[in-house]
């Protein structure tokens, strides 16, 4: 069965450093990878998805992931943290044509120091 | 704007009641989710429907229920058998015949007093 872990439950960077969340999938094909934003108390906004091709891709609000085949992990990277970025952060697999299964992961709350 | 409406976004429930509520998208997407969210354990899939008049259960269906009459439409009824409806719930929508990328609603948060 696939899945989707998220190992870190918390982190705090200080504005203007870097961040990268990890994440690390289980499924049994190339599957389709996304990172999902939520603020609180609201919906989940797509950053970045990856299907196929250049396996880093570029996303909205300046993050970016690489896809790593050989370590099964899809990391989200910033270079510079924005106190706006302070929020949620889901890694989530799914399969073409299948949106009934999606997988999500249990998601990085993010937290950012003035 | 397309997009994906959830009403309402606050919701007080007494025990034993049910409650509906509300999802509505004109991005024309044939599939529709009902995702509950608990913090801490991500998100897990309720109900789903690829086309209208068809739906099927998710992960956690149980003491909930739902209908899909038209394509826009896909409401969610918290029945009172659900033991612990307290959550954050959220709808989404997809292309059936794509790539699988979910579009979300704003959410509504259910709180059984």
């Known amino acids: 069965a696939q899945s989707v872990t998220q190992p870190d439950i918390h982190i705090t960077v200080s504005e203007g450093a870097s961040l990268e969340l990890r994440c690390n999938y289980s499924?049994?094909?190339?599957?389709?990878l996304f990172w999902y934003v939520q603020s609180p108390g609201q919906g989940l906004q797509l950053l970045l998805k990856?299907?196929?091709?250049?396996?880093l891709v570029q996303g909205i609000k300046g993050f970016e992931a690489e896809f790593k085949r050989s370590q099964s992990s899809f990391n989200l990277r910033k270079p510079s943290v924005h106190w706006s970025d302070a929020a949620e952060y889901f890694c989530?697999?799914?399969?073409?044509?299948?949106?009934?299964?999606?997988?999500f992961g249990p998601g990085t709350r993010l937290s950012v120091l003035p | 704007d397309g997009g994906i409406t959830q009403s309402p976004k606050y919701l007080f429930r007494k025990e034993g009641q049910n409650v509906t509520l509300s999802c509505e998208q004109n991005?024309?997407?044939?599939?529709m989710y009902w995702y509950r969210q608990d913090p801490g354990q991500g998100l897990r899939l309720i109900y789903y429907?690829?086309?209208?008049?068809?739906?099927q259960k998710g992960d956690i269906a149980e003491g909930y229920s739902v209908s899909r009459e038209k394509k826009e439409s896909f409401p969610l009824t918290v029945t009172s058998a659900q033991k612990n409806p307290t959550a954050f719930y959220l709808c989404?929508?997809?292309?059936?015949?794509?790539?699988?990328?979910?579009?979300f609603g704003e959410g509504s948060r259910l709180t059984v007093l």
């Open positions: 991005l024309n997407h044939d599939a």
């Open positions: 990856y299907f196929s091709g250049d396996t």
């Open positions: 989530a697999v799914g399969a073409p044509n299948y949106g009934q299964n999606f997988v």
């Open positions: 499924y049994g094909a190339t599957p389709y």
């Open positions: 429907s690829q086309i209208v008049n068809d739906f």
């Open positions: 989404a929508s997809s292309i059936e015949k794509g790539t699988g990328e979910l579009f």
